[in-house]
């Protein structure tokens, strides 16, 4: 059965440091989603991503996010500058119309 | 604000106990509604979901929802449980749009 897949499984990095989060989606979906969950709290919507642009966005999805589709296959998270607060578990998640996502194992970030 | 709430942060059963997990949900108009499940050191899996038609709906694993409208509620069942059955459980809605909107999680643990 097809999966999401995410690299790295884990990512530490020194505050102000730039990370690229990386995802490939399964293979004829078509939407695509970002997630994080703080530790000890809810699974929160980044940004989705159709058509090679952003379709929706979070509050939390401020200017130090961005996202690309460098290629037919990757779909990556990049935080410019990170801090403290973006430490969390991140997850990609794909879908092949709008209805139902199916999400990646995650990657779990901590910045020092 | 739409929103979703589950009520059981933590659930300790015996293994062959019934379990009901509470979800409600505050969305105006169409709602999309899944239970997803994580076990450890896995990724989210869909165990469920509920687009329209018959409010019971039956997932993997021997798990079943029911919708009810007019408790704006989507609760999670499973009749006898088994130590497998250890995982986080969350109630997700979304409005055919893109963002699912997550509760904050149950965490059930099956004691043999």
């Known amino acids: 059965e097809p999966e999401v897949t995410q690299t790295p499984s884990h990512q530490v990095t020194q505050m102000g440091q730039e990370v690229i989060l990386r995802c490939v989606p399964i293979s004829n979906h078509l939407y695509f989603y970002w997630y994080r969950q703080i530790l000890g709290q809810k699974v929160e919507f980044l940004v989705s991503?159709?058509?090679?642009?952003?379709?929706?966005k979070s509050e939390i999805f401020d200017d130090q996010f961005s996202v690309e589709r460098p290629d037919g296959s990757n779909f990556t998270l990049k935080i410019r500058s990170t801090k403290l607060e973006d430490s969390a578990m991140y997850f990609c998640a794909s879908s092949e119309t709008q209805e139902t996502q199916y999400f990646g194992p995650g990657t779990r970030l901590l910045v020092l | 604000a739409q929103s979703v709430s589950q009520h059981n942060h933590h659930v300790i059963l015996s293994e062959a106990a019934s379990l009901e997990l509470g979800c409600n949900y505050s969305?105006?108009?169409?709602?999309?509604l899944f239970w997803y499940v994580q076990y450890p050191g896995q990724h989210l899996q869909l165990l469920l979901k509920?687009?329209?038609?018959?409010?019971l709906v039956k997932g993997i694993k021997g798990f079943e929802a029911e919708f009810i409208k007019s408790k704006f509620s989507f609760n999670l069942r499973k009749p006898s449980v088994q130590w497998s059955d250890t995982a986080e459980y969350f109630c997700?809605?979304?409005?055919?749009?893109?963002?699912?909107?997550f509760g904050k999680g149950t965490s059930l643990l099956v004691t043999p």
């Open positions: 997700a809605a979304g409005d055919s749009g893109y963002a699912l909107n």
């Open positions: 509920y687009f329209s038609g018959d409010p």
């Open positions: 991503f159709y058509n090679n642009e952003i379709s929706e």
């Open positions: 969305y105006g108009g169409t709602v999309n």
